[in-house]
C-alpha cells in the first residue's frame, strides 16, 4: 500500500471542531511524504474555502491535496479534453469552473446542487443542451438523493441528474463518493493504482465499501457518523477507533496488502 485518501467530515473534523490528534497524523503523512489526498463529497463551499477551513485547524495543506466534485469534475474534463461546459450549480461551487469555458453547444452539461434555483425552464435548459448536443457528457455532481436542512427535506443533486439522465438516455459521470469515476479520478491525480491505496472514512457504504468496489482498501474510522451496526453492514480492511490512530497503526496498513 503506497497511499492514502481521507474523508473530511467525521475523519478530520466534526461540525467546525478539528478531531483530537488528526493533525498530527496529516503532519506525519507529510512528513513521510506519504501519498495522501483529502476526498470529500461537499459542495456548498468552494475548494478555496475548504482548504482554508483546514488550514485554520493547523493542517497546512495545498489546494492540489483536495479533491471535491467540482475540482475531480474539472480534472475530469482536463483528461477528456472536453473544453466547454454549461455549468448548472450554485455559486458557491462556479468559482472551481473559472478555468473552464460556457458554451451554448457545449462537450458537457455539469449538474450541481441547484436547490431552490431549480425551475422548469432552468432543467429544461439543461436537456435542451444535452439533446440537441448528442456528443455532450452528463456530469453530476454527486448523486445524494436528499438532504436535512432546518426541520424538512429537500431534494439534492441527485434527483435532478437522474431526471435528465432518464430523459436523454445519457449515463451519468458522477463525481462524489461513492462513484468509481470519483475514485478513479483521486487515483490518477495521485499517479497510484487503486490497489496501492486505502480509503479512510466514517462512512461504511460511502468512503469503505464504495471504495472496496473499485479495489482501494477500505479503514473505517470510530469517530464521526460510526454506528457499531457498520462493522456488519460492511467489512472494512481495517477499524481505526480515530484517524488520530493513523501513524501508530501504519504497520497495519502496510500488513494488510498481503
Ligand atoms: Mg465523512
Not at 181 to 201: E, H, R, T, W, Y
Not at 232 to 237: E, H, K, S, T
Amino acid at each position: 500500500m503506497h497511499g492514502v485518501l481521507i474523508d473530511l467530515d467525521g475523519v478530520i473534523y466534526q461540525n467546525d471542531s478539528l478531531i483530537a490528534g488528526a493533525d498530527r497524523s496529516v503532519r506525519w503523512l507529510q512528513h513521510n511524504s506519504i501519498p495522501h489526498l483529502f476526498v470529500t463529497n461537499t459542495t456548498s463551499k468552494p475548494r478555496a474555502a475548504l482548504v482554508e477551513k483546514l488550514n485554520s485547524m493547523g493542517l497546512g495543506i495545498t489546494p492540489d491535496s483536495l479533491l471535491t466534485p467540482p475540482s475531480a469534475a474539472v480534472a475530469y474534463l482536463k483528461q477528456k479534453g472536453l473544453k466547454s461546459i454549461a455549468l448548472f450549480a450554485p455559486s458557491a461551487t462556479c468559482s472551481d469552473f473559472a478555468d473552464v469555458s460556457e458554451s451554448a453547444a457545449p462537450e458537457a452539461v455539469v449538474i450541481g446542487d441547484l436547490a431552490e434555483e431549480w425551475s422548469f425552464d432552468t432543467l429544461n435548459r439543461a436537456f435542451n443542451l444535452l439533446i440537441n448536443n448528442p456528443q455532450a457528457e452528463l456530469i453530476a455532481l454527486g448523486m445524494s438523493r436528499y438532504y436535512r436542512s432546518g426541520d424538512m427535506l429537500k431534494l439534492d443533486v441527485g434527483p435532478f441528474a437522474a431526471a435528465l439522465a432518464f430523459a436523454t438516455e445519457k449515463e451519468p459521470v458522477v463525481m462524489g463518493k461513492p462513484s468509481p469515476a470519483f475514485f478513479q479520478q483521486a487515483a490518477d491525480l495521485l499517479g497510484l493504482k487503486p490497489v496501492d491505496l486505502c480509503m479512510i472514512g466514517d462512512d461504511i457504504k460511502a468512503d469503505v465499501t464504495g471504495a472496496q468496489v473499485c479495489g482501494i482498501k477500505g479503514a473505517l474510522v470510530k469517530t464521526g457518523k460510526f454506528r457499531p451496526e457498520d462493522l456488519v453492514r460492511g467489512r472494512p480492511d481495517i477499524v481505526l477507533d480515530s484517524f488520530a490512530d493513523l501513524p501508530d497503526a501504519w504497520e497495519r496498513f502496510q500488513a494488510s496488502d498481503s
